[in-house]
């Protein structure tokens, strides 16, 4: 009997093993759908308050890999009180990513710590987390499969992710990843007490230089009750990009 | 000195005004050679890029109130605190400059235009872009050192303490004549080089309530605050020229780097000598610097750290005129701690060399402690998606024991803001904070941003 039972918990722990590597293998097809060299946007933010007032963000993004490593500039346009502020992040491989931000009422760059990416991006629903979890580096997460469903007629997988780093803003997120496309299609995200505090959903994807790319994105935070729609307005892959732009000097002239 | 600071703004405008298209759009996209469909103008690295100006200002209306003031309520009065401020860009493809006004009560109580020029202009430079090399020309506030709130190595620019309603870091900042070069040598090393033709010490106030106890009583001896402003030495020639070199990089995932200057130490030594004592005159005192900063992430918290050796011509101490060489440092840490609640801390200091030295009754350090330090507290908090922010900046001077403490709220709505604002003097009444305890102020402004 008790070979009978350890024989089945160890079948549980492959098939678990199994789930979880399969759930990696999703997660990494999603992280690497689309596959670029480069990568330029330019994207309106609208922010829609509790009450519907409404408020626009705009901002360029670049990113490209340099000396191996994930590099994203943000430059930030409008609203004029931001307007010169710049945002350099490079991903590191087992450790905390690399930010320094120029705030042009500071005159310098500043390197700040990943535990400020659960800040309000530019006072968005988004935070600075967020804007790049798209990117996020699939070995920074422990996946599973939690089930497998449709969402809006689409088949799906279920993931959940746990980041390994416990002072990530959220304790994990569920993602809703299309077995068709690979496209993460939602994303909820959960707070350190495990309730959920935002969702993420691609309301329009559009065929760009071949890569069914998502060009119109909603945040909406639970219990805030506010949402924020992101409308990417220019959007090039393999577009080259100075590898001057990732750099100090960037940040500070906003010149590569 | 004076006449480039009047001259260069008014050539900048005029640059300024003759490029040929003028627009306040976000600035173009891309780096690519072709323009971007929507977007023909300007881009940071288009070879072929048309210059552009943009403009950008905020316009403030404000009052400042002194609660001690109602004491006496006939004569209380709210200061004004309205400003219009202007920044004016021209860029090109290998070429940026920039006219930063500030137009307020100061400047429009000027006399001549020269001086309301002098006044009112905040920045005013051209930026060349020479491949790797950045040259730039012109007035200009530069912060060196990574310390959040003046370190020991941010020596580039004086400051402004004719105003102490003022707490912004680079309002209080005053611009300077000066030639920049910068290098990038990979993406996150520069060398910069700076070179200043002349040397102006902080602005400190001679008359009026922010006027420090040190000078009215020095005003006092000499017998007005006339006698006293024409005893400053006239530093804008190039006796008093300052230049340094920093050089900046990252190893791993630490920021760090090392800086030399020579230049002039920003506060006065004023010479008293027997007879009497008989007032001798004022002097400042030339210095050599070399410092090193970092900056790094630990556990989350941000970590920031300056140290520097002032070098004065006193290394023995024992000359009265001139300040001792010094060690300075700053160490500082802040972190978000809750739901995007912020803590900065930073502590920082001074400790006198060749302490032995100082025998005289008139040397200008007599009296004063060997190590100074004060400790920078500011926890701030941005609620409602950014639209409402909270902070509380405390400065404690631990060697005078005294205080500021300054609190704030304010509402951002799109491009307008309102914002409440306090400063709290308190402690030692002959402390360089708690002298000012009956000149605690209340600020309300509006501003919007365009």
Redesign the interface.
């Known amino acids: 009997m008790k070979r009978i039972a350890s024989a089945a918990a160890a079948l549980a722990l492959a098939v678990l093993a199994a789930s979880a590597q399969d759930a990696q293998a999703i997660a990494r097809a999603a992280r690497d759908r689309i596959r670029a060299d480069t990568v330029s946007t330019r994207a309106r933010m609208i922010i829609t308050d509790k009450g519907g007032n409404r408020t626009e963000r705009l901002v360029d993004q670049y990113s490209a890999k340099v000396d191996g490593s994930d590099a994203t500039m943000i430059v930030f346009q409008k609203p004029a009180g931001v307007t010169g502020t710049r945002f350099l992040t490079i991903s590191n491989k087992d450790k905390p990513d690399d930010r320094w931000i120029f705030l042009p009422s500071l005159g310098k760059v500043r390197r700040i710590s990943a535990g400020e990416g659960s800040g309000s991006f530019m006072g968005t629903d988004f935070s600075y987390d967020d804007v790049s979890l798209m990117d996020r580096d699939v070995d920074l997460d422990t996946f599973t499969l939690a089930r497998e469903e449709p969402l809006d007629g689409k088949a799906c997988w279920v993931l959940e992710a746990r980041p390994k780093d416990p002072d990530y803003q959220y304790s994990r997120m569920l993602l809703w990843i299309g077995k068709s496309d690979s496209i993460s299609w939602k994303i909820e995200m959960y707070d350190r007490r495990d309730v959920q505090v935002k969702v993420l959903t691609i309301d329009k994807v559009q065929d760009i230089q071949g890569r069914l790319s998502p060009v119109q994105t909603t945040v909406r935070s639970v219990q805030a009750g506010t949402s924020t729609v992101l409308y990417v307005d220019i959007l090039k892959y393999d577009e080259k990009i100075p590898p001057s732009v990732f750099t100090v000097r960037f940040l500070e002239t906003g010149r590569p | 000195m004076n006449a480039l600071k009047r001259s260069f703004p008014t050539l900048l405008l005029a640059l300024a005004l003759t490029v040929p298209a003028s627009r306040t759009a976000?600035?173009a996209?891309?780096?690519?050679t072709e323009p971007?469909?929507?977007d023909a103008a300007a881009a940071?690295?288009r070879a072929s890029a048309a210059a552009a100006v943009t403009v950008?200002g905020k316009l403030v209306l404000g009052a400042v109130l002194f609660p001690d003031d109602l004491a006496d309520p006939a004569t209380a009065e709210p200061e004004n605190a309205s400003a219009v401020k202007l920044d004016l860009v021209a860029s090109g493809s290998s070429a940026?400059a920039a006219l930063r006004l500030s137009v307020a009560e100061p400047a429009l109580d000027a006399a001549t235009a020269a001086d309301f020029l002098d006044r009112a202009v905040e920045e005013a430079f051209l930026?060349l872009?020479l491949g790797?090399v950045?040259v730039e020309g012109g007035l200009r506030?530069?912060?060196w050192g990574?310390a959040?709130s003046q370190g020991p190595l941010d020596v580039v620019n004086p400051l402004d303490f004719t105003d102490l309603t003022v707490t912004?870091?680079?309002e209080r900042?005053i611009a300077r004549p000066l030639v920049r070069v910068?290098w990038?040598l990979a993406?996150?090393?520069?060398v910069e080089a700076v070179f200043l033709p002349s040397f102006e010490p902080h602005d400190l106030a001679s008359a009026g309530r922010w006027i420090p106890g040190e000078i009215a009583d020095l005003e006092a001896i000499l017998g007005g605050e006339a006698v006293y402003l024409a005893a400053l030495p006239d530093t804008s020639t190039l006796d008093y020229a300052q230049g340094g070199l920093r050089f900046?990089t990252?190893t791993g995932?630490v920021?760090w780097g090392v800086q030399y200057f020579y230049g002039f130490l920003p506060m006065p030594a004023v010479k008293f000598g027997l007879p009497g004592p008989s007032f001798l005159g004022i002097v400042y005192n030339r210095y050599h610097q070399i410092g090193t900063d970092l900056?790094?992430?630990l556990g989350?918290?941000?970590l920031r750290a300056e140290a520097a050796a002032n070098l004065t011509e006193d290394p023995a101490g024992d000359d009265p005129y001139v300040y001792n060489p010094h060690l300075a440092f700053s160490l500082g840490a802040d972190?978000?701690v809750w739901k995007?609640l912020?803590l900065n801390l930073q502590y920082a200091g001074t400790i006198r060399l060749a302490d032995g030295g100082i025998s005289s009754p008139f040397d200008v350090e007599t009296d004063t402690g060997v190590y100074r330090s004060g400790l920078t507290a500011v926890a701030f908090q941005?609620l409602?998606?950014?639209?409402l922010e909270w902070r509380v900046a405390a400065l404690w001077n631990l060697a005078d024991a005294d205080f500021l403490l300054s609190p704030s709220l304010s509402w951002?709505e799109?491009?307008a803001?309102v914002k409440l604002a306090a400063g709290v003097f308190g402690g030692d009444p002959d402390g360089q904070m708690g002298q000012y305890a009956d000149a605690s102020w209340v600020r309300l402004t509006l501003t919007y941003?365009?």
């Open positions: 976000a600035q996209f891309g780096f690519g971007a469909p929507e940071p690295g950008h940026y930026r872009f790797s950045t506030k530069l912060t990574k959040d912004d870091d680079l900042r910068s990038a993406p996150m090393t520069q900046t990252t995932s920021d900056a790094a992430v989350g918290f941000g972190r978000d995007g912020n941005k409602l998606r950014d639209k951002t799109g491009d803001e941003t365009f």
